[in-house]
């Protein structure tokens, strides 16, 4: 089973809201239009028909719209998944969803605070051979803001798995926003750290002192594994920023998925999906638009985020 994460990079629907971008207000000066919207959604759906994940979690889509728009786009790709969710009860600028070949038990949305500064979770229950899968769709708070935003979201997080179980099978994935020792990049970037070194993703979700293989891994009561330990330091990236690899995205597995029971992660699957045309030059081929006074849509490019893939076995 291949479950993937991928930040699309705001796939604005033709439809005027008013909480768009200015950017994306359609058929403005901007050129968000019909022409390029088409653009982004089929060089979206090429690469998610490349993954071809079974399950594939996304963030920044604007809407149920964008969302049904990038699902047929995908269908006549020859990729077709018939189940799919998006956390758009509030009105965010871009929300999370889901897109599934597997059926799932409910889908439902976690507030994180009533403000608009927080996205929901998206929260899904899958059932699979008999297993219960549980799966949390992110998109934290953005590095524009200190720690303390992205706390917010790890708390609500946490609250809602203890009422599950932490011995559950769940998945945390998405665009956090975090690194993967985002307490280390505390000690070099001290404008994020308004409280005191904690972190949201190592300290809130305890993902701190995991970082031997999975195979060998030891139970740790409510401590949550990121896979991106399970692969080689040079791999771990998702984002590059001023010329500099980074991770916002992240993979976090409970414990029982590491137990090779039920269902299980299968060790050294993640990996970033980094195809050649995923790059221009050294940086990724983000989707393009001009930096003049009017910003105007090139029709080029896809998001500026590599997708992430993790494989898990069901028994």
Do not use: C
Not at 148 to 169: H, M, Q, W, Y
Not at 180 to 186: D, L, N, S, T
């Amino acid at each position: 089973m291949k479950i993937a994460t991928y930040n699309v990079e705001n796939l604005f629907d033709m439809q005027k809201s008013g909480h768009e971008y200015s950017e994306y207000i359609p058929n403005s000066s901007s050129l968000w239009n019909k022409k390029n919207y088409k653009i982004k959604l089929n060089n979206i759906a090429h690469v998610i028909k490349e993954i071809d994940a079974d399950i594939i979690a996304l963030q920044e889509v604007e809407s149920l719209q964008a969302l049904l728009d990038l699902r047929f786009a995908l269908k006549q790709n020859g990729l077709y998944y018939q189940y799919y969710s998006i956390a758009d009860k509030k009105n965010t600028t871009v929300k999370v969803a889901l897109l599934s070949k597997i059926p799932f038990a409910y889908s439902k949305e976690i507030s994180v605070t009533q403000t608009y500064e927080h996205r929901n979770i998206l929260e899904t229950k899958f059932k699979i051979e008999e297993n219960e899968l549980y799966i949390f769709v992110n998109h934290w708070k953005a590095k524009s803001g200190a720690e303390s935003e992205r706390i917010v979201s790890a708390k609500t997080l946490k609250k809602r798995i203890s009422e599950i179980g932490f011995d559950k099978n769940i998945i945390l994935l998405g665009d956090f926003n975090s690194d993967y020792e985002e307490y280390i990049k505390f000690k070099r970037k001290r404008k994020h750290n308004d409280t005191n070194g904690i972190t949201g993703i190592n300290h809130i979700l305890e993902t701190i002192n995991q970082t031997d293989k999975a195979s060998k891994v030891k139970y740790v009561k409510e401590s949550f594994y990121n896979l991106w330990y399970d692969t080689e330091d040079q791999k771990r990236y998702t984002y590059i920023y001023k010329g500099k690899k980074e991770v916002l995205d992240n993979i976090l597995i409970s414990q029982s998925l590491l137990n090779e029971q039920n269902i299980s992660y299968i060790h050294g699957s993640i990996t970033n999906f980094k195809k050649e045309y995923l790059f221009k030059g050294k940086n990724i081929y983000r989707w393009e638009v001009s930096h003049a006074r009017v910003p105007k849509h090139k029709g080029k490019g896809y998001s500026d985020h590599l997708p992430l893939i993790a494989k898990f076995r069901v028994n």
